[in-house]
C-alpha cells in the first residue's frame, strides 16, 4: 500500500501557522457575523412586540377600574382583535391562567413561561425567549401587567410569537455566510499553495545542489529562474560553488606543488650524500661542493617547513605576535644586508632609500623580518635579475616599506588572487603559493596593509604600510635622597 507524503518543513509550518490563523480569522467571522445577525432579528422582534404590548396595557389600565371591567374589556377586544397568524395575543389572571386567547387555547390553560410570573410581581413588562413548555417549540413571548390605579395587577396582556421562521431564515444566512468563508479558506489555501510551491520547488532544487557539493561536485551550477531572494540564492551557492571549486583546485595544485617542491631539495640532499659517503673525504673540492648543496637545499627545505607551520598555526588561530618597539629601518637593512650575496649571485643592482631618521614601530622583529624576506624572495625569483628598489619612507602616522622589482610582473586577471593561500597562478617559478599569504596576515596583524601593484611585462611593487610607535613624553623620574 503506497503511502501519501507527509507535510514537511516549509509546507508544514505553513499548514500549521499560517492557514491556521486564516480558519481561525474566518470562522471569528462567522461567528461574530451570525451572533450579530441573531441580536439583530430577535431584538427587532422583541421591540415591536414589548411596544405592542405596553400600548394595549395602557389603554387597558385607562379603561378598567376593578376586575369586573378588566373582565369585560377583555372579552370585548378578543371579538374585536383581528387575527394575526405571526404574534398571538392572550390575556391571562395573575395566577398564570389563560383567560381569553386569540389562537383559540382552552381558558385555565397555563402557559408557563417565566415573563408571566416576572410582570405580575415586578408590575413591569417582561420577555421570554426559549422553547414553550407545552409545545416545546422556540417561541418569543412578551408580558405586559394590566394594573387598576397603576398599582393593583389584576391581569396580564401576553403576546406570543414563533421563532421558526426567525431561526431558520438565520441558518440560511449563516450557512451562507460559513460557505463564504469556507470559500475564502479554500482560495487562500491554492493561491498560497501555489506560492509555497513555487519556493518549496526550487529551494529543493538548490538542497540537492548543496548535496552534490558536499559530496564534491565542485562547480556545478544551478539555473536562475527568479530575480528575486531566491534567484540571489542560486547566485550566492552558484559563486560559492565556483570559489570551492576554485579553492579545490588551488590545494591539489598546492598539494601537488609541495610534493615536487619537497622532492627536489630532498633528492638532491639524498644524491649528494650518498656521493659523499662512496668518494669519503679523498676528492676535497667535490666534498665541498656536495656540503654546499646540502646545506642550500636543507635551508630550502627549512624555509618550506617554517612556511607550512605557519599557515597552519594562521589557519588555526594560533599565529601570535611578540609586539615591541623597534626600529622598522633597521630591521628592513640587516635583512637586505643578508641577501647581498644572493643579490651577487644574480647580478641584481639593489637600488635603496630611505629616510635619515629612523622608522619606530610596534612589532614583532622576527615576523617583519620574515615578511621581508618573502618579499624579496619574491623578486629575486621573478625579477629574472636586472634591478630591485626598495624605499623605507615615513609620515606623521604611518611607516612605508616599498619593493618594487622589473620582473614580467603579474596578469592583470591573477592580480586580486595573488595573496590567497596556494594560488600560483601561471608562474612557473618554484614556490608553495603561501608566502605572501602568511606575509599579508604578519602585516594585517600589525594593523598594517600589504598592497601588491604590477603591470603585467614591466614588473610589479608591493607596498607595506605600518603605523608609527605613538610618541609619549617620559615622565620625570624623581631623584633620590
Given at each position: ?112 413561561t417565566p415573563d408571566i ?115 540571489e540564492l542560486c547566485t ?58 646540502i646545506l642550500k637545499e ?184
Amino acid at each position: 500500500m503506497v503511502q501519501k507524503p507527509k507535510l514537511q518543513g516549509i509546507q508544514r509550518r505553513w499548514i500549521v501557522n499560517n492557514l491556521s490563523y486564516i480558519v481561525l480569522v474566518v470562522v471569528l467571522a462567522v461567528v461574530i457575523y451570525s451572533v450579530g445577525m441573531v441580536n439583530y432579528y430577535y431584538n427587532n422582534v422583541r421591540e415591536n412586540m414589548i411596544g405592542r404590548a405596553i400600548i394595549n396595557a395602557r389603554y387597558f389600565n385607562e379603561s378598567i377600574t376593578n376586575y369586573d371591567t378588566f373582565y369585560q374589556n377583555a372579552r370585548r377586544q378578543t371579538l374585536e382583535y383581528a387575527v394575526d397568524r405571526q404574534v398571538e395575543r392572550q390575556t391571562l389572571t395573575t395566577d398564570g391562567r389563560v383567560l381569553f386567547s386569540y389562537s383559540g387555547l382552552p381558558a385555565g390553560m397555563m402557559p408557563g413561561t417565566p415573563d408571566i410570573d416576572r410582570a405580575v410581581s415586578e408590575n413591569e413588562t417582561q420577555n421570554y425567549i426559549g422553547k414553550d413548555p407545552i409545545t416545546g417549540e422556540r417561541i418569543l413571548s412578551v408580558s405586559s401587567p394590566i394594573t387598576v390605579g397603576g398599582t393593583q395587577v389584576v391581569g396580564v396582556l401576553r403576546y406570543v410569537t414563533s421563532l421558526k421562521l426567525i431561526d431558520r431564515e438565520l441558518v440560511v444566512q449563516s450557512g451562507m455566510v460559513a460557505l463564504l468563508g469556507l470559500s475564502i479558506i479554500l482560495f487562500l489555501l491554492i493561491t498560497n499553495a501555489y506560492f509555497i510551491r513555487s519556493i518549496v520547488t526550487p529551494l529543493r532544487e538548490i538542497t540537492d545542489i548543496t548535496k552534490q557539493i558536499t559530496k564534491g561536485g565542485y562547480g556545478v551550477r544551478i539555473e536562475k529562474k527568479y530575480e528575486d531572494e531566491i534567484g540571489e540564492l542560486c547566485t550566492s551557492i552558484n559563486e560559492m560553488s565556483s570559489e570551492i571549486s576554485r579553492a579545490e583546485k588551488m590545494k591539489n595544485e598546492f598539494i601537488s606543488s609541495v610534493s615536487h617542491e619537497l622532492r627536489t631539495p630532498l633528492t638532491a640532499i639524498i644524491g649528494w650524500g650518498e656521493t659523499l659517503t662512496a668518494v669519503g673525504t679523498e676528492r676535497q673540492e667535490d666534498v665541498q661542493k656536495g656540503i654546499g648543496i646540502i646545506l642550500k637545499e636543507t635551508r630550502r627545505l627549512s624555509k618550506m617547513v617554517e612556511e607550512l607551520l605557519d599557515f597552519a598555526r594562521m589557519e588555526s588561530g594560533r599565529f601570535t605576535l611578540l609586539m615591541e618597539e623597534m626600529d622598522l629601518k633597521a630591521e628592513l637593512e640587516e635583512t637586505l644586508f643578508m641577501y647581498t650575496e644572493t643579490f651577487k649571485k644574480q647580478a641584481i643592482v639593489l637600488d635603496y632609500t630611505q629616510n635619515d631618521s629612523d622608522i619606530f614601530v610596534n612589532g614583532d622583529r622576527e615576523r617583519l623580518k620574515q615578511v621581508f624576506f618573502n618579499l624579496l624572495d619574491n623578486a629575486v625569483k621573478h625579477g629574472k635579475g636586472g634591478k630591485i628598489e626598495v624605499r623605507a619612507e615615513s609620515d606623521k602616522t604611518h611607516a612605508t616599506i616599498i619593493i618594487r622589482d622589473y620582473g614580467e610582473g603579474i596578469p592583470e586577471e591573477e592580480l586580486p588572487y595573488v595573496k590567497v593561500k596556494f594560488y600560483k597562478g601561471t608562474s612557473k617559478v618554484t614556490g608553495s603559493g603561501i608566502g605572501l599569504a602568511v606575509s599579508d596576515e604578519i602585516v594585517s596583524l600589525h594593523s598594517g596593509t600589504l598592497d601588491v601593484a604590477s603591470v603585467y611585462g614591466e614588473g610589479t611593487t608591493v607596498t607595506i604600510r605600518l603605523p608609527l610607535m605613538k610618541t609619549e613624553e617620559a615622565e620625570p623620574v624623581a631623584e633620590e635622597e
